[in-house]
């Protein structure tokens, strides 16, 4: 099995790696480039513990292959923080105990962040169904939204 | 598995006509790389279709219908408000499939060729009218959207072909189409069953009618009894009334985990009814 090189650009930064063309995306970005923050949940495209973005769309980094990544900009949950400041979705959710375990929160993030770009207010329905690929099994929902609006509104300045 | 990224078709036709084992072709991935995943399907070719040039683009036809490139994804079509006025009930099919995730590679024409009976995507084109172009070793022919599945996970399609491009045709004035399907929660599920309706309006009057349902039988059914019982109607009362008496007919389910045989057909009547109702009121407008 040949492996193949791939360049890309991630969170800014160039990178290359060698995939085996049965790799994944998210099997590339961890074993890899050792961003090990994208999570692999279910492998097939149902839990979004994988966000990324790829070319600016949220997708689900287990259902992209590595090889598809060459030439691309992907932007992980290590890219959300800048300069040690958290990113204002993550600091809401840690002052709204938005997570327990933490294993869907970089998924929840990288997808929450995707939403505010397009949409900076958007309404309680709006988030539930775009964060409706996004599976967490310990908070119900509730405190993820309510970071998220919280986050919005913060970053509007409405808040 | 070998992985291939031609830059033309004839070139993707020549690797997929000259493999001598599984051949899959990649384009959103969100079911072939499910079915490399999980070990049901492991391709020696898989052929990679996006860095064909004009893959990735919608246009509008001289004639004022539209070609869809293959690796167009459900957010870029539901994005493009010329052809979500156009053809409405096309693009909510398609972005019914899956989550946010899955919307941003998911493509109609993958979608399509995945063969499931309960495709979101596919009434809505076989009510629009849809072509395929598809290309194979022996050349390029059009042919209707309903003509590509053959059972479920099953296509018309002959090793080594292709399909290139999606067609839509032209909207034209006073028409107006609608997709609804039935589901037990909100989002993220598998139609139980799928309506499609697309129409034409003369005033109150529907002139032409095409309608296709998704999920009651192994392939999506182009429905012309349903047409029938509308066109040269206002849509009054007893023209839903027989709609859903011609849904229902044809409606030729089986009983699974999502739904009994019984409850499809009745849904089946309930859909036809409310987006035949939807695609007139748009028609109007």
């Known amino acids: 099995m040949s492996r193949i090189h791939v360049t890309a650009n991630v969170n800014g930064d160039e990178v290359e790696f060698l995939a085996d063309p049965r790799e994944t995306l998210l099997d590339c970005l961890r074993d890899h480039l050792g961003l090990t923050g994208s999570k692999e949940g279910c492998g097939t495209g149902d839990c979004g513990a994988c966000s990324v973005t790829l070319n600016g769309r949220l997708v689900s980094s287990c259902l992209v292959l590595g090889v598809e990544a060459q030439g691309a900009e992907i932007a992980t949950i290590e890219g959300m923080a800048k300069d040690g400041d958290l990113h204002p979705l993550q600091r809401k959710f840690v002052e709204h105990a938005a997570l327990q375990c933490g294993f869907c929160t970089p998924g929840f993030l990288v997808a929450a962040k995707a939403l505010l770009e397009r949409n900076p207010d958007p309404t309680e329905t709006e988030i539930r169904f775009w964060l409706a690929g996004n599976l967490c099994r310990c908070t119900g929902y509730d405190k993820i939204i309510r970071a998220v609006q919280d986050a919005a509104a913060e970053m509007r300045g409405a808040a | 598995m070998r992985y291939h990224a031609p830059a033309t078709f004839e070139e993707a036709v020549s690797i997929a006509a000259g493999a001598s084992g599984v051949t899959r072709f990649l384009a959103g991935g969100t079911d072939v790389l499910v079915q490399l995943r999980s070990g049901l399907v492991t391709p020696d070719d898989l052929i990679d279709l996006k860095k064909i040039p004009g893959t990735g683009d919608i246009t509008r036809l001289e004639d004022g219908g539209w070609r869809i490139g293959v690796a167009v994804s459900g957010a870029e079509l539901g994005a493009h408000q010329a052809l979500v006025a156009d053809w409405p009930g096309v693009v909510e099919g398609m972005e019914l499939v899956g989550s946010t995730q899955v919307q941003g590679r998911a493509t109609l024409t993958g979608n399509l060729c995945n063969g499931s009976p309960a495709a979101d995507s596919v009434p809505g084109l076989v009510a629009a009218g849809a072509n395929v172009t598809v290309q194979g070793p022996k050349g390029t022919r059009d042919i ?53 309706v697309s129409l034409v309006r003369d005033g109150d009057r529907v002139v032409s009618a095409r309608v296709a349902l998704g999920a009651v039988a192994p392939t999506v059914l182009l429905v012309d009894a349903c047409a029938k019982a509308i066109e040269g109607t206002t849509l009054d009362e007893a023209a839903l009334a027989a709609l859903t008496r011609a849904a229902e007919a044809a409606a030729k389910p089986i009983s699974d985990k999502r739904g009994t045989k019984e409850f499809r057909i009745e849904v089946a009547g309930v859909l036809a009814r409310r987006a035949a109702v939807i695609a007139y009121e748009r028609a109007g407008k």
């Open chain 2, 144 to 196: 209707a959207v309903e003509a590509i599945p053959a059972g479920p996970g099953k296509t018309t399609l002959a090793p080594g072909e292709i399909i290139t491009a999606i067609t839509l045709p032209p909207r034209g004035k006073h028409a107006g189409d609608a997709y609804l399907r039935f589901i037990p929660r909100t989002e993220m599920d598998i139609a139980v069953v799928g309506c499609a």
